[in-house]
């Protein structure tokens, strides 16, 4: 897995997820917890071989442990306030799915060994967290792995990864923008769900 695949890829406690074996606990109490509940799912997930496996085995994991309408917003924050409410919908939906899916295909193959310990850190002035780790890759260095997480009423939930340095947010932040530049909302929701289509037949 390269760093641009995984930046590429790269609702609330209480629930439950199915695996090979069993339901497993989505614990999302606190910023380690939600790292764990993650990292634990992906490796669970990879067991399935068909990617529509994968995706449905993930979905409500990525859903508990992603802030996705926040992550969504942010990335199109200029414009956000000029959307009506179905067009906010739709984008969050084809975004729901493509974040799904990245998590599918990226990770078809990770090993019960990948992460590395978790090092959270103290909260910052505004209440936000970061949790470090890292994904070892065969015969390359590792990938260091920043999450953000920031709390609501309910859990605590990622809003950002930063692979080697370079911020997931911030790489959405500047596609979407230029799609929507060029295509307005419509084109965005578009090339979101043909980035879907693309990863699911990969």
């Known amino acids: 897995m390269n760093r641009r695949s995984f930046l590429l890829g790269c609702a609330a406690a209480g629930a439950f997820i199915a695996f ?7 614990s999302t109490d606190s910023p380690a917890a939600t790292i764990t509940t993650l990292q634990a799912g992906l490796i669970a997930a990879a067991a399935k071989p068909a990617i529509a ?3 449905r085995a993930l979905e409500p994991l ?4 992603h802030d996705l309408p926040y992550i969504a917003e942010f990335a199109l924050r200029r414009q956000w306030a000029s959307l009506t409410e179905e067009q906010r919908q739709r984008l969050g939906a084809a975004f729901q799915r493509l974040s799904v899916m990245t998590y599918a295909a990226r990770f078809g193959n990770v090993a019960a060994d990948a992460f590395r310990a978790l090092e959270a850190g103290e909260p910052d002035a505004s209440g936000r967290v ?3 780790t890292a994904i ?4 390359q260095a590792d990938v260091s792995l920043e999450y953000l997480l920031q709390q609501d009423e309910q859990s605590w939930r990622i809003i950002n990864i930063i692979a080697d340095g ?11 923008q230029r799609v929507f530049a060029s295509g307005g909302i419509d084109g965005l929701i578009a090339e979101l769900e043909q980035q879907t289509a693309r990863l699911e037949r990969d």
């Open 62 to 65: 990525i859903v508990a442990t």
């Open 136 to 139: 070892k890759r065969g015969g």
């Open 53 to 55: 496996e994968r995706y």
């Open 130 to 132: 970061q949790v470090a």
């Open 20 to 26: 090979e074996g069993g339901a497993a606990e989505i």
């Open 166 to 176: 370079v911020s997931d947010l911030a790489l959405k932040r500047a596609e979407y």
